[in-house]
């Protein structure tokens, strides 16, 4: 009987790093022969910025499992019964997962709680791309007497401050798998505009405090402020390709693809490595801040502005090896390579 791997996924529909992962991986999957599908909460979920279209399929255990448990708060968990029921009134195009024999759950970090309660039978692999995350769902999972490391046959992590994560936990049966942001999809640009753009995710109140104080302050020598949000991914390409700079932002990353498919574009990034992102965000690619020093980031930035004004060669060369590093290491046949490299693994145990 052949395996079918069945990823749970959650159901934002507007832009994320990691839900765009998780239909990377199971597209990959698919066109190399398995059978995988993305599991999804809703018949009517689906991520709608993305270019492959994996299989799709829908469960109502885990948001049971979730409100059973109290994880979103006794409020949601009273109203659960009457959003399940609108849920299945609305209806939508997934079919339902029927499980089988041979099917192996592949669950988000964050996720485990509710997940190891929601499938007691199943076998599961857990796939870490937030090690931050991760640590806070394991000890929310052992305050349950659910420990993730005795139910998981095997755990995937994006990056080497996922396999820090897998030390920490003792857990021996990790796995690298280097996502890829698909730098393609951000080319490299020599010609910029005087424009400095952000993405605000994580920290929105400190970003408005950062272009506030950059706006005041008036040392930006004519270069516009654009905040990036709520895009469609070629519009977000777009301004990244037309931006001299660009402020990161990252907070407690597994790696950051922002500031990646900035460097990418030909940005000049400053700002935050989100601590994941030190494995490709450095001096030699960037020009990397302390963490949540907010003035640091004001005065770094202000001074790179300063210098490219005055003599660019040093940004200029340091933006075309950030493009390169990030082209070499996070392209997407990289990722698939490695992929299907420990699926043949993992698949044939």
Not at 83 to 111: H, N, Q, S, T, Y
Not at 245 to 251: A, T
Request: proline share 6%; hydrophobic share 40%; glycine share 6%.
């Amino acid at each position: 009987m052949v395996r079918r791997y069945l990823f749970l996924c959650p159901d934002t529909q507007t832009a994320s790093g990691g839900i765009a992962v998780i239909y990377d991986t199971v597209a990959a999957l698919c066109r190399a022969g398995y059978d995988a599908a993305i599991l999804h909460n809703s018949p009517a979920a689906g991520y709608l910025d993305h270019p492959d279209k994996p299989p799709l399929c829908y469960t109502y255990d885990y948001y049971i499992a979730r409100q059973k448990q109290g994880l979103d708060g006794r409020r949601a968990r009273l109203m659960s019964p009457f959003i399940l029921m609108g849920e299945k009134l609305r209806g939508g195009p997934l079919k339902p997962w029927r499980p089988g024999a041979e099917d192996i759950l592949v669950i988000p970090e964050f996720m485990i709680t509710a997940a190891m309660t929601a499938f007691p039978q199943s076998r599961l692999g857990v796939f870490v791309q937030n090690p931050f995350a991760f640590q806070e769902a394991h000890a929310e999972a052992m305050e349950r007497g659910l420990d993730i490391r005795e139910r998981a046959d095997w755990f995937l992590g994006v990056s080497q401050i996922c396999l820090d994560q897998f030390e920490l936990l003792n857990i021996q049966t990790g796995h690298h798998l280097p996502v890829s942001m698909k730098p393609e999809d951000f080319p490299f640009r020599e010609e910029k505009e005087r424009l400095i753009t952000y993405m605000p995710r994580k920290r929105s109140a400190e970003a408005r405090q950062i272009v506030d104080t950059l706006e005041r302050r008036g040392k930006l020598k004519g270069y516009r402020i654009q905040e990036l949000d709520n895009m469609p991914r070629l519009d977000v390409s777009d301004h990244l390709q037309r931006s001299q700079f660009f402020i990161s932002l990252l907070r407690m990353e597994s790696i950051g693809f922002p500031a990646a498919e900035a460097m990418a574009a030909g940005c000049i990034v400053v700002g935050y490595t989100g601590l994941g992102g030190r494995e490709y965000f450095t001096p030699k690619t960037g020009v990397p801040v302390t963490e949540d020093d907010t003035l640091g980031l004001v005065h770094a930035l202000e001074a790179a502005v300063a210098e490219y004004a005055a003599a660019p060669a040093r940004l200029d060369a340091i933006r075309r090896h950030a493009s390169a590093v990030v082209n070499a290491n996070y392209n997407s046949d990289t990722f698939e390579t490695a992929l299907l490299k420990i699926w043949r693994e993992l698949d044939a145990a």
